[in-house]
């Protein structure tokens, strides 16, 4: 491990959990479940959907997201339970990067929960008296592109993150090696 880059298989864990929930959420974005009316034989309308995958690739980008979360955080101890970091910039960046990367994961992971969710829904049956103002449900398109955004924004910040922590902790290292306290003179 360089002094202060951190982890090299943490980087790169980041980075690959990450762009794995990148290509989950853009799969889900291009397989969002689409709804045509039917009319059965008693004359009730109802939806008919293809393929509902868009769900299981929503929920897939949201688990791989959290693990990656979760391995930076369990990583660092969450920057609140570890060693002290020392003072300076890089402790400030590391703050910053923190709080923006926690800001960034919780609306992508709400973005790919909420797209599953809606996704998933589907209407079912309704009567004649309904069949004027009938209309299938469907998620809107861009919801799981904005997550898949939201996850690249958050890997970044995380790698920047996990880089400046590094820095922070290691010259804290430094630090208490080269401080000593001498209270006797030479012997």
């Known amino acids: 491990m360089g002094e202060g880059k ?63 979360e979760s391995l930076l955080m369990g990583v660092t101890k969450c920057m609140c339970f570890g060693r002290p970091l020392a003072p ?32 998933a829904y589907h209407t079912k049956y309704r009567g004649m008296i309904y069949a004027q103002n009938f209309s299938c449900e469907s998620l809107r398109k861009g919801v ?14 995380n790698v920047y993150y996990y880089m400046h922590f590094s820095k922070a902790t290691s010259s804290m290292k430094t630090n208490r090696k080269n401080s000593t306290v001498g209270m006797t003179g030479p012997v």
């Open 6 to 68: 951190g982890s090299t298989l943490v980087h790169l864990l980041v980075v690959v959990l990450s762009l794995v929930a990148f290509g989950f959420s853009i799969a889900a974005e291009r397989r969002r479940s689409t709804g045509h009316i039917e009319v059965d034989a008693l004359n009730n309308t109802y939806c008919v959907y293809n393929s509902d995958v868009a769900t299981g690739y929503g929920v897939g980008g949201f688990l791989f997201l959290l693990s990656s």
């Open 88 to 119: 300076g910039a890089n402790r400030a960046w590391s703050i910053i990067y923190f709080v923006s990367s926690w800001a960034t994961f919780l609306v992508a992971e709400a973005c790919l929960i909420a797209g599953a969710t809606k996704n």
């Open 144 to 157: 799981f592109i904005a997550g898949a955004v939201f996850v690249v924004a958050t890997m970044v910040l």
